[in-house]
């Protein structure tokens, strides 16, 4: 009898999935435990395989089509079988069969309940579930793995880059062995706590310790989710082992390229060889794929033609339309998602000054001829930012609903850009903090977030944020508030130009600095007055010396 395949559930957000792949076709035959499709979901794409044996009757979603979850997806049955009934009454056999499903699911669980316990996981095996790198973070996406299978792992040792929704970090691993088993494949996300891989004494029966963590399987759905995770690995150490059979080389070097960079390579028909890898020894990843940018093709030259005097030729411009779709990482989204809210939620306005900033000039001038001593204008504007909040603590709150949160204390958010997108490091503390002070943990956070060492509670907690873009040369231009804060500081380039001084027109220096407010917390008057006090310290450096 023909069965009815529906678009699975594949992860607990999942509402509909797209399929990225069919690997069987119609008339194919399939066996169970095959892998029928792969397919897009909100947070992966995976494998799909048959829990039935029969001929590939009809395809119900074509390549590249995204449906509900429940749709009908596929039909197997014998080859030659009537499924126009099927075909026409496709919903109701699919939602009866998903009923039938549901009420016998109960009797097979209680039955392997009392039929067996759950196994005990063996002594010397330690469980690695996707560790909570930030306070917000939810899923994470391993990005990289820097040990296999079967390696021997040192307590210490990087085991894999994880995409957080903030960065991308190392994490290490707490215990010593061999890595028995990987559960989270490079490229896939996973929530927060899902099995990330097992590490124990060589020779430990994996099997037995994947049923022991899950409990001993006591759900008849759970030994097909626990295959289903089972295929990728086992699909992926093939595809691993078939590479390494055939490695790509470079004039008879071995290119080393992440199993997951060589597949997206392959798929949009791009040399390895042309790529520069960003990983450890050369290493291609998958984001030296997705930012690869193909080498122009030269124009061909237009043929020489002859043309009459009076007419003169010419030149059309020859070239080829090209665009390229890149896949968003984890942090782009949440960027996205967390500037939309704070936009769309917080009601910003925006005041904008000019300062002098001669004595500034000659004041780090001065300062930096002390030894040992470097203090930059940024360095100022954060010693600035920190005293004027002390003298306004409205600019120093959060909104909370029915109540708004006065902060005591000072923790500066410096932004900072990094490959991926933008992180904010946090200076806690920072009215107590000296220029040259303030100048060594601005360098230590920023070096650490760019090379992706910074430890999440080091981007936690900042009461007050300040964005500057004038090392790029840009005038002036406004932020968006980086919530929970009740405003951000955007500061623009120095630049000499003429300026009124004592009724003459002088050369001067100025610097415009742009304050993006809270209205439900920060009033015009208040943000005024917050900005005229930071002009005060700006513009008499001694007064922040003291």
């Known amino acids: 009898m023909a069965e009815v395949i529906n678009m699975p559930r594949l992860s607990d957000t999942m509402e509909e ?22 397919i897009e979901t909100d947070k992966a794409t995976m494998e799909f395989e048959s829990f039935h044996e029969g001929t590939l009757l009809h395809i119900g979603i074509e390549e590249g089509d995204g449906a509900p ?15 126009s009934g099927l075909l026409n009454g496709g919903s109701e056999s699919s939602s009866d069969s998903a009923k039938e499903e549901k009420t016998s699911e109960p009797e097979v669980a209680e039955g392997a309940t009392s039929a067996s316990e759950p196994a005990d996981i063996p002594e010397g095996v330690e469980i690695i579930t996707m560790p909570r790198l930030s306070d917000t973070m939810e899923e994470g996406t391993v990005a990289s793995w820097l040990k296999n299978v079967g390696d021997e792992v040192e307590e210490g040792d990087i085991l894999a880059e994880i995409e957080t929704d903030k960065a991308t970090m190392e994490f290490e691993s707490f215990y010593s062995g061999t890595l028995l ?71 008879g070097q071995r290119i080393f390229a992440s199993p997951l960079a060589k597949k997206i390579a392959e798929e949009k028909g791009i040399n390895l060889a042309d790529v520069k890898g960003t990983g450890d020894n050369g290493r291609i990843v998958k984001k030296d794929i997705e930012n690869f940018t193909p080498a122009a093709k030269a124009a061909p030259s237009a043929e020489k033609t002859e043309a009459s ?86 600019v120093n709150t959060s909104w909370n609903g029915d109540t708004t949160v006065y902060k005591h204390h000072v923790h500066m958010g410096v932004a900072v850009a990094v490959d991926e997108g933008l992180v904010v ?29 910074i ?92």
């Open 309 to 394: 005097p009076a007419v003169a030729p010419v030149a059309l411009p020859v070239g080829e339309e090209s665009v390229e779709e890149v896949k968003n990482s984890t942090m782009r989204k949440v960027i996205a998602k967390r500037l939309g809210e704070s936009k769309f939620s917080a009601p910003h306005y925006y005041l904008t000054i000019e300062v002098d900033m001669d004595n500034a000039k000659a004041s780090r001038s001065q300062i930096n001829n002390l030894p040992d001593t470097k203090v930059s204008f940024n360095d100022m504007v954060l010693k600035a930012c920190a005293m004027a909040l002390k003298k306004h603590p409205q």
């Open 425 to 453: 490091p946090v200076i806690k503390f920072a009215d107590q903090l000296s220029l040259t002070q303030l100048g060594t943990a601005v360098k230590d956070l920023a070096g650490r977030a760019r090379n992706k060492k």
């Open 69 to 83: 979850v429940d749709s009908l997806l596929a039909i197997i049955g014998e080859e030659g079988e009537d499924i």
């Open 455 to 546: 430890k999440p509670d080091e981007m936690e907690g900042s009461t007050f944020t300040v964005s500057n873009l004038g090392m790029f040369g840009i005038l002036e231009f406004t932020s968006i508030i980086n919530q929970p804060n009740s405003a951000i500081l955007s500061v623009g380039a120095i630049v000499e130009k003429p300026v009124v001084k004592n009724g003459e027109i002088v050369p001067g220096s100025t610097m415009k600095v742009t304050l993006a407010c809270d209205h439900r917390t920060v009033d015009g008057a208040t943000g005024a007055q917050f900005l005229q006090t930071l002009r005060a310290y700006l513009e008499n450096p001694v007064t922040m010396l003291a």
């Open 181 to 251: 088993h990987i559960g989270i494949q490079e490229g896939e996300g996973a929530p927060v706590d899902s099995l990330l891989a097992i590490i124990g004494p060589e020779g430990t029966d994996v099997d037995a310790v994947l049923k022991a963590q899950a409990g001993g399987g006591s759900s008849k759905s759970a030994p097909k989710k626990e295959a289903s995770k089972e295929a990728a690995p086992k699909a992926a150490e093939e595809s691993s082992s078939k590479e390494e059979t055939a490695p790509a080389t470079q004039d």
């Open 17 to 38: 999935g797209t399929v990225a792949k069919w690997l069987k076709q119609v008339g194919d035959k399939v066996e169970e435990g095959d892998i029928l499709a792969e």
